[in-house]
């Protein structure tokens, strides 16, 4: 008789914040879903046992915001090597490609991969292809709202929204007259799309303000705590009133590291004044000489040493970015029907170092570490690397 189970996951503390659960139980799998989750579980019955004693089971972490064109942008890199080994088992392609770019990631890249992979279609119809040499949207006619639209409706299995840099680097040095024109483009073409907006708000040529006015409810501002002069904090040094309207009405705040889009001192102060990061993102890349790219267990180790509670820092790469993609119905938990995703953790003891792109490091006595990786009801065999970043 074949055994009830594809794969168990035993001994280990869940922590699954869509449930509401953090506490001992085991967890099994068939056909790549969810099959049962219960405070004992019989091994006999499972094909595969995973032994988590001692660590902290959670559902697949999620990256919302990486690139991984692998072989095609000097950014890209790979998902399974970079991402899927430390825990993410889905990642976010974060407008890498636009309209004449994408049909490469989608036919050539993501088959490749184990991970599973989503991605925001650039505005620019060469997405990120000139990322280190000439702003993508310096000359606007690179911004074809009704091409995008068309490519995001023929690709609604995979692309989920739309992704424009309002950034000195993606629209001209100081060129607020073209960054003000890609901003308007871009939610034209997440409107006609019937999809989602996320904006880069790091170093932007026009006043953070009026990037907020322009989203929605879902939509999402990444590289939220940048150091930049447009940033949440004001002249006053306090949090500005149209950041927290824009938290209030639903808008995703989110991280998208990078150690350049995280300055720790904005940060400590923004979550000192009671404002919280939505979701904890990579902004995931292969980087140029001297920039520092952190896994996304090594940016929850860091908020996690700057005070975010553990069941709050699983969530924001849980069911927070889950909710965000509009997949709370199948990602984001391991309650039963859920897609078999999770990661085993160990939060190790001892002394780490965390650094931005401003200088500043945030000392920390606990870290993740990927004990196991399941992804669709299969672990991962490749073992995860000791380092915290790429």
Known sequence: MPPRWDLLIRGGTLIDPAQGVSARRDVALRGGRVAAVAESLASADAGEVVDATGALVTPGLIDLHAHVYDGALPIGIHADRAALVNGVTTVVDAGSAGWMTFAGLRDYVIPTYRTRVYAFLHLSATGLATVRVVPELGDIRFAQVEEAARVIGENRDLILGVKVRIAHGGTGKGDQANAREALRRARRAADQAGVGLMVHVSDTPIPLPEILEQLRPGDIA???FNGNAEQVLGSNGRVRPEVRAAAERGVVLDVGHASVHCDVKVAERALAEGLRPTTLSTDLHNPPPGRIVY??????????ALGLGLDEVVASVTSRPAAALGKSAELGSLAPGMAGDAVVLD???????YIDGAGNTVRATRRFRARHVIRDGQRVATPAPAADHV
Not at 348 to 353: D, I, L, N, P, T
């Open 222 to 224: 990444t590289h939220i």
């Open 295 to 304: 896994h996304l267990r090594g940016l929850m180790s860091k908020f996690l």
């Open 347 to 353: 939060l190790e003891e001892g002394q780490f170092a």
